[in-house]
């Protein structure tokens, strides 16, 4: 199977050249300004590639150029595909988004609320898949709040297995009561552990023979081996200095050099551009690729779709560029746009995005059949320029 989508010229799939060469001018602007060391990048309309970008170096040291199967650290953008997981069992009838999240881990049976209290009602899978089933995520430079200092508190990021890690979550209180809020949270991290229970497989081994293997994604992976760790792209912050600075190993990440004790299903997945593109082409054509069905069309429809109240998304709720708002909700494990000019933007009804801690990020628009995906290596922050929204922009006036 090959690696990389079917390419094609711009205008044959009703995307200008000229602008399709804006974007990648942007992007290229950003390496030459010093703000990344590289960037991969290509946009898909109709299942066809009509341009692929190559910028910058892999590492900055070394010298050494950044190519097209480099090896990137997607972070987030594991959720998306955790929830593709999640999906394939869904099909299967083993799970429903009612389903008290007790009933696949019982751990969870006595759960308490903020304050200890017995909850009036436990919190369930549909929640678990919308960061709105009440928990924290006990990750960060400090804790964040008392929920926060607890999970630090309990060792939960570095217990020794998923089993481990779900029985150290359980023991704590929840941040707020299921469904009275959204908060970023653990629960896709929860999802690999029903995952395991469901199928009887590592987390690893379910995603490699249910995903990654049907979909040709060959270089996707909770870690990166020996005879690929040459590809992998050098990681870089900016945090407190003014230049790219290598950045080794974050505090919430895994060496990439070894089979994870807990494989992370809100953030632990390695990968290539042409691999993500392959995952993301899947859920535009609702769940098939080059003949091979991995979700139903109904899956990827429950996957994608709002599923956050008109209060909720107006609350104010978000998590770095991605912003809770009227016009941009939440489906399972991402974003989901219900009135893209409500939100300020430009993509089309129904867009499903996510993005990853390095400044990954990706969209399906199944309005307009596209795919985008950038990979970079930066450590997210604030003043960086949000090259998701500015990439959607651009690619509107590309649009014919």
């Known amino acids: 199977m090959r690696t990389g989508l079917e390419t094609a010229e711009p ?7 000229e602008g399709l060469a804006r974007i990648d001018a942007a992007l290229r602007d950003e390496v030459e300004r010093g703000e990344l060391a590289g960037v991969n990048w290509l946009v898909a309309r109709h299942g066809k590639v009509a341009w ?25 953008m594991t959720k998306p595909v955790t929830a ?16 008290p999240l007790s009933k696949h881990l019982p751990e969870f049976e006595a759960i308490r609320g903020p304050g200890g209290e017995t909850l ?17 995520y006990g990750i960060g430079p400090g804790p964040h709040d008392a929920v926060d200092a607890g999970y630090i508190a309990a060792g939960v990021w570095k217990a020794e297995s998923l089993t481990d890690f779900v029985a150290r979550v359980a023991a704590l209180p929840l941040a707020y009561p299921p469904g009275a809020a959204w908060r970023y949270s653990l629960s896709m991290d929860l999802q690999g552990a029903i995952i395991e229970r469901l199928s009887g497989q590592s987390l690893p ?3 490699r023979e249910r995903l990654f293997k ?4 060959v270089d996707t992976d909770f870690f990166t081996p020996k005879s690929k760790r040459a590809r992998l792209a050098t990681l870089y912050h900016m945090y407190g200095v003014d230049r790219l600075t290598e950045l080794a190993h974050p505090a919430f990440a895994r060496d990439p050099a070894r089979i994870p004790s807990i ?11 042409d691999d993500y593109s392959r995952f993301a082409q899947m859920l535009l054509n609702q769940g098939e690729l080059d003949g091979v069905r991995v979700l139903s069309p109904d899956a990827v429809r429950l996957m994608t779709t709002n599923h956050l109240s008109p209060a909720m998304m107006a609350h104010g709720y978000g998590v770095g560029t991605q912003q809770i708002r009227p016009g941009f909700g939440f489906g399972f494990n991402g974003a989901v746009f219900v009135d893209p000019a409500a939100a300020g933007s430009r ?24 795919v985008f995906v950038g990979l970079i290596q930066r450590m997210l922050q604030d003043t960086m320029t949000p090259l998701q929204a500015r990439t959607q922009d651009l690619l509107a006036d590309a649009l014919i």
């Open 120 to 136: 009036d009602a436990p919190p369930n899978l549909g929640q678990l898949m919308t960061h709105t089933a009440g928990f924290g």
């Open 214 to 217: 049907p979909l040709g994604m």
């Open 263 to 273: 494989p992370s299903g809100g953030g632990g997945l390695y990968g290539t551009i």
């Open 205 to 207: 081994d379910f995603m």
């Open 84 to 99: 593709a997981a999640m999906m394939i069992l869904h099909d299967e009838g083993r799970w429903s988004p009612d389903d």
């Open 11 to 17: 205008e044959s799939v009703g995307l200008s050249s």
């Open 347 to 370: 993509v089309g009804v129904g867009s499903y995005q996510w993005d990853g801690a390095a400044g990954t990020w990706f969209w399906i628009d199944p309005q307009h059949e596209v």
């Open 52 to 76: 692929r970008g190559v910028h910058g170096l892999k590492d900055i040291a070394r010298g050494e150029p950044l190519a097209w199967d480099t090896i990137f650290r997607l972070f987030s």
